[in-house]
């Protein structure tokens, strides 16, 4: 017996996953074929594993569940944002990874991983079990597995060995160019002087309104963010660095009604610049992605970032975003925010900013729990929140 993708599929749904994100296994096809096809759980394919965990970050921060579906070949290159965003600020999700190398005879690039696969999970705490081929114990399996993960806040994990689910027929339909408008690249007229990253990120915090959620990337930035104003409704990212707009594009995609802004370092989107052509092809209206350029990972001693060759607004058009905009200065950037409306996304705006860090600025002040139930509550309302 093997257990078929679509039954699975209504399983997750049941159990109240509401959307599916990861990286393709031939093992787990038939659940990523059936959501595409289905149409019923809403699954976003991902540039990296790394990125899905952030796009299931921001779901269930947005409010909906989200269930990974990878291949443990991949585990590696999630294990960041697994221990620095969802261990960090205790965000549940569902690990589904198939195992391959699980057993003498798959190729020999899985032998290694195939043996570590669950003392690696083991080490970053994410409770696991074994999914069952047989469709009562499999749901029992899925189900232990979601209660965990909702009621001790974090991800748990259930790996799918060799011929557990039955193969599907291939996808048929890959996804067509969508219609979107031509993409819009504002030069600045006159280049400004360079603001500091401080003073834009002054500017940012000034044209925002109220209800707009703001994710903020790892390092100085979100600390000079927090200390332009410290707001429920924005989430500063301590660590998982590249995986801000992931993030956001998970949040983006549960509050479609939502203006979500994401401000970027040039190192961190270049870490995960993958994440480009994932918003390019989800194209969630409300994201405003903002880069701020100063050519280096300011946070870290200021060492050179390869950006200084790298059009950033070229390569969001390139990928896919609605707009794309290079800026002269912060004036240009109050006027993109004041103006920012929900479907004209995804846009994104550069914003060359000068090295250099505002001296003495603290940490930000919040825990990662008290940050997350704030934002929570902020994109959901205190009613709702669990
Ligand atoms: C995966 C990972 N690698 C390295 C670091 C160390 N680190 C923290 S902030 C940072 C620099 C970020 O640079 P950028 O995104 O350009 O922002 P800036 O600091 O220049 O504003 C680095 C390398 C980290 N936190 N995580």
């Known amino acids: 017996v093997a257990l078929s993708g679509a039954a699975t599929v209504e399983d997750l749904l049941a159990l109240g996953v509401g959307c599916a994100t990861g990286v393709p296994c031939s093992w787990l096809a038939p659940l990523t074929t059936e959501a595409l096809a289905g149409g019923r759980l809403p699954y976003v394919p991902a540039a990296s594993e790394g990125e899905a965990i952030g796009i299931a970050a921001g779901s269930w921060l947005g409010g909906r569940l989200a269930a990974v579906l990878i291949q443990n070949s991949g585990l590696g290159n999630a294990v960041n944002p697994l221990t620095s965003l969802a261990a960090t600020y205790e965000l549940p999700m569902l690990l589904v990874v198939s195992h391959r190398g699980r057993v003498d005879g798959d190729a020999p690039q899985h032998r290694l991983m195939g043996a570590i696969t669950e003392p690696l999970l083991e080490l970053m705490q994410i409770p696991t079990r074994v999914l069952p081929n047989e469709p009562v114990a499999a749901r029992e399996v899925l189900a232990a597995a979601v209660a965990d993960a909702t009621a001790r ?106 203006r979500v802004v994401v401000v970027d370092g040039d190192g961190a989107l270049l870490m995960k610049a993958g994440a480009l052509a994932t918003i390019g092809a989800q194209l969630p209206g409300g994201l405003l992605h903002l880069v701020l350029d100063n050519g280096c990972y300011e946070s870290t001693g200021g060492q050179p970032s390869a950006s200084a060759n790298v059009d950033f607004a070229a390569l969001a058009a390139a990928s896919g975003y609605a707009r794309a905009a290079t800026l002269g200065g ?16 995804p846009a994104l705006a550069a914003l060359a900013v000068q090295p250099g860090r505002e001296a003495g600025t603290p940490r930000v002040p919040r825990t990662p729990q008290a940050l997350r139930d704030g934002f929570r509550e902020a994109v959901l309302g205190p009613a709702l929140v669990p």
């Open 153 to 258: 806040s974090r991800p748990a994990a259930v790996i799918v060995p060799r011929g557990t689910v039955a193969p599907a027929d291939q996808a048929d339909a890959l996804p067509a160019k969508h219609a979107r408008p031509v993409t819009v690249r504002v030069e600045a007229d006159a280049p400004a002087v360079a603001p500091t990253r401080a003073a834009a990120l002054a500017t940012l915090a000034g044209a925002l309104r109220v209800d707009d959620l703001v994710i903020s990337t790892t390092g100085m930035v979100s600390r000079e963010l927090a200390a332009a104003g410290d707001r429920d409704a924005t989430f500063p990212m301590m660590g998982s660095m590249g995986c801000a707009s992931a993030l956001a594009l998970g949040v983006a995609l549960a509050a479609p009604a939502r």
């Open 330 to 345: 912060a004036s240009d950037l109050a006027r993109l925010v004041s103006g920012f409306a929900v479907g004209d996304g």
